[in-house]
């Protein structure tokens, strides 16, 4: 990157690079990881956790640290690709060289694959629970759900989806430490849980339908789903776009890299630029604590609620 003793260095979009927040001020901009968190809170970690709590207990507390910590590194590299170029994590995979866009291609089957499956469950189970509050069809829940996280995205409206996601992630939060506290094994097992031991399948377990006795069949999906999964990490680099982060700043989304930007940019754009990839570590940071606060108070909450009513 070819860096100009320039002041400033005006992106395409008319748009300049904000200066970034110093110190505590970084948390008054935090937003990106709340809205990533409250996704993979709500989704694999509800359901994976408080099931291999529940059959092989606080033992593997290890599996979720391990799993939230490697999709930290995975989402924070991304963002900060994203602060430093300004484009998505789709564009960047369509920079992959070979054939035009095949990494997308790639891509886009098999995350339309799994999203059938995945924001399907999801998108039902929103809709039964809506469907419990107000009396309503559950498919006409479900639809509505579906519709109202579509315009969000459509409308851009990042604050909104911002303030809303902070406001289920404390009710989330809260919830569960409640109930992981209420049922807390006390501190040697928690300690115990860190060791990367691997426990046996117990036999009331093995009498159920669909469990193995290998237990690394419970413990893998829980290191693929801890802090969600792939899409997970791709739709964080976008709401870095929403949150105008560095050279995302008046973007939008779905635009490439603006490469002359970039070729001569001023020193002083670089070091703005610079400043914005400590604000996505500390944003990044942020979902890491709460993944794994949260997904190891399901893990717990697992264990103390539904293992001893095997």
Request: with cysteine; aromatic share 10%.
């Amino acid at each position: 990157m070819q860096l100009i003793e320039s002041e400033k260095t005006p992106m395409a979009n008319g748009h300049s690079i904000k200066t970034p927040p110093k110190g505590l001020a970084i948390l008054a901009v935090v937003g990106p990881s709340l809205v990533w968190a409250a996704e993979f809170i709500g989704s694999g970690e509800v359901i994976l956790s408080t099931r291999v709590g529940a059959i092989l207990g606080p033992t593997v507390l290890w599996a979720i640290i391990v799993g939230v910590v490697l999709k930290f590194w995975i989402g924070m590299a991304g963002a900060r690709y994203t602060v430093c170029t300004g484009e998505g994590m789709i564009d960047m995979i369509s920079r992959v060289p070979g054939p035009k866009n095949w990494g997308v291609w790639i891509t886009l089957i098999a995350q339309f694959a799994a999203a059938t499956i995945s924001i399907g469950s999801i998108a039902a189970a929103a809709g039964i629970f809506v469907h419990s509050l107000i009396g309503i069809s559950p498919l006409f829940a479900g639809w509505m759900v579906t519709t109202f996280a579509l315009v969000v995205v459509w409308l851009d409206v990042f604050n909104f989806l911002k303030i809303l996601m902070s406001f289920f992630i404390v009710i989330v939060v809260l919830g569960v430490l409640y109930v992981s506290i209420t049922v807390f094994p006390g501190i040697e097992t928690i300690l115990r849980g860190l060791l990367f031991d691997v426990p046996a399948v117990p036999d009331w377990a093995l009498a159920s339908e669909g469990i193995q006795s290998n237990p690394w069949r419970e413990i893998l999906p829980l290191l693929g789903w801890a802090a969600g999964g792939f899409a997970s990490q791709v739709w964080y680099t976008y709401w870095v776009i929403g949150a105008g982060y560095g050279a995302t700043a008046g973007r939008g989304y779905g635009k490439p890299a603006d490469e002359h930007m970039l070729k001569t940019m001023s020193v002083a754009t670089a070091r703005k630029i610079k400043g914005w990839c400590h604000v996505v570590y500390a944003d990044a940071s942020l979902a890491m604590i709460i993944g794994v606060v949260t997904t190891g108070g399901f893990l717990i909450a697992g264990a103390g609620v539904l293992r001893p009513n095997q």
